[in-house]
């Protein structure tokens, strides 16, 4: 008799307060959908704002002018072309260096106490801040080797920041080939490099072209290291890469964000504007490019 | 005949070598880069400290490089960026861990589909460009309405590169909780437990390495970042914990010092690289202890 209304009256162990549990779950459910629509009206007012304060001083005139000292004269066609040809050389640049290392770190490095440094020092690479990798570019390119503050100087600074990125992404990339693959091509005669060469970098091409192109964008809106390297905030002829002062477009905006007067305020956005344009096409590219090459990938 | 001509063990030709060797000296160039990174900041952070006592630097409270009497007391530029970092890591650890949580364990696709574009797409903007949302309008609309804070305070630095910084405890969050296996949120399951108590008593413990690893290299972002903060900032360098005040951060400093017609041999510029070597050492802690988290994790499963 006892046992029964014992049985019966206790709540079931396993589900004490089922509904508070459950109203837990739903509020912090919530909490999460709060966390997104925070984060999502940071971007929405960040692009109203670039937008609006912007648009109204973007122009032919403005995108293709020289610089003018007056706000509503000036143009951007130099720090424009500077930032495509810095774009450019950096991708040149790293585009061999960083496969380059992948390579040798994914499929010819033996695991030992050398290439776990290597790996480890380009993982601590990666988190440097960039404006450091300024005064390196100071040191170097632009005293020790003489080049003085041009624009090959600043992209030889920026390919050094991204390396680490690029190279990261090719080894996720290459790793991401499947073994036999490999061992497809060996069983047909063929040397390392040549399975390197005809097997592996085609399969992980997508994977490394999208990094790198993804790096170049980063490159575009990056401003401290040309800052330090010495870039020039008024440059009125087109950039040459080892000749002349050099300005991109983030150093414009840094320039002109920093004067109140609601002009160069107003130009400061709309060369943002421009900027993430630029990095929209690059993302665009990616894109493109992933499609193109993974067409005959399969596995 | 014919089996003869296939040698089995035939050495590998020059060019083949050659190939190895030249990939060899890609990968290498990175020990080149940090070899050149540490002996540029420690030789010239030695001839700064010929001038400035390095007691007097790395204990010192009042910075003031420019007006006399010149005093280089670093401790105010890393409380302004241990300010600067601490607001943004208030904002960015919770939304981030968060958005990771949701994408993880929650996310339908047509959730997924809204959240990851949006941390890509902010992940992708250059970080001038929050500096320049900073003041062109979060400070002015937004701060001085509610503080009363000037045009440059820590808070609005704060909360642009909690923002910046957001995506990458996001990502890396997420990925460590991917990595829990099913299998111990199905036994949690089994149990009895509601989904929040699988995330919470689960999940969250079993992905703590990779979350701390998230934490900490975001924090050396923050440490590390430049364009947001020197704008939004200011250029006050001060010993001073107050986020609705204007102060400097190193990087800000750095910044400044190169912007400004400071020549070369000028104990002001030689003080550039003692506050880099400073952000370094910071920086390059920070990302070891992250490293060792992520090991942790790596192996954890």
Redesign the interface.
Known sequence: MTATTAASDAPPRFEPALMRRRLNGTLFYGACLVAIAILVLALIVLLFDVLTVGLPWLSVDFVTGMPSRRPTQTGILPALIGSIQLAIIVGAITFPIGIGAAVYLAEYASDNRLTRLLQTNISNLAGVPSIIYGIFGLAIFVRLLGLGPVLFSGAATLALVILPLVIIASIEALKAVPQSQREGAYALGASQWQMVRGSVLPAAAPGIMTGIILAMARAIGEAAPLVVIGAATFVTSLPQPFQGGFTVLPIQVFNWAQRPQEDFQGIAAAAIIVILVLIFILNLLALVVRARLSRHIQW | MAVQQIQLTRR??W??RV??A??????????V??I??VV??TVQTLQFFQIVNPIDFLTGTVWSASIQPYQFGVLALVSGTVLVATIAMIIAT??GL??A??LSE?ASNR?RN??KP??E??A??????????A???LSPEVLQPLFGVG?FSALAGGIVVG?LI?PLIASISEDAMRAVPRGLREGAYA??A????V??KVVLPAAVSGVMASII?AM??A?????AV??AVGTFPQFSFNPLESVQTM?AF??QI??GETSQGSVQFLS??AV?MV??VI??A???V??WFVRRYRTAY
């Open positions: 590998r030709p060019s083949e190939i190895e030249l990939l060899f000296v890609a990968a290498a160039l990175g020990i880069t940090t050149g990174i540029i900041l919770p939304l968060l958005s949580i949701l929650y959730v809204v959240v949006v941390l797409t902010i992708g903007i250059p970080t001038i460009v929050l500096g320049f949302f003041i062109n309008f045009l923002i957001t149990m009895g509601t989904k929040f108590e995330v919470r290299l050396s972002r440490v590390g970042e430049t364009m020197v704008l990087t750095i910044v190169v912007q550039l690289f880099a952000l370094f920086t390059f920070l990302n070891i992250s490293a």
